[in-house]
């Protein structure tokens, strides 16, 4: 049982493959039950004196429950209830441990 509720779906694509036709396909399909806190920030950059700009970040953090196969070659991918997908490669994997050393949740940043 998790240490909290899981209850969005993520799918983790895995390997490529080229068809005939020059398009690449996932060679594995993986879904998983998963929780997801997302949300952005703006991100304001000065070049000189008089000219600035501005950039907005977008970041998903996604708990998994004990120890997943998560590789930074993977791509992942998430819908939320505004029907909008986020998708990307992981930039950060943690795995988070009981004081008994069990692995209890898997921390992916994408």
Same mark, same amino acid.
């Given at each position: ?27 594995? #399909?993986?879904?998983? $039950? ?10 304001? *950059?000065?070049?000189?004196? +008089?000219? /600035? ?8 953090? #996604?708990?998994?429950? $004990? ?10 991918? *998430?819908?939320?209830?505004? +029907?909008? /997908? ?25």
């Amino acid at each position: 049982m998790p240490v909290v509720p899981m209850k969005q779906d993520i799918i983790i694509e895995r390997g490529e493959t080229i068809n005939d036709y020059g398009k690449t396909i996932p060679d594995q #399909i993986i879904e998983h $039950k998963a929780r997801v806190d997302e949300g952005t920030f703006l991100v304001e *950059y000065r070049a000189s004196s +008089n000219v /600035t700009s501005k950039e907005v970040v977008a970041k998903a953090k #996604i708990l998994l429950d $004990k120890l997943q196969d998560v590789r930074y070659e993977d791509t992942i991918s *998430y819908t939320n209830e505004l +029907n909008e /997908t986020i998708k990307g490669k992981p930039k950060k994997i943690n795995v988070r441990r009981h004081l008994s050393g069990k692995p209890i949740l898997t921390e992916v940043f994408i």
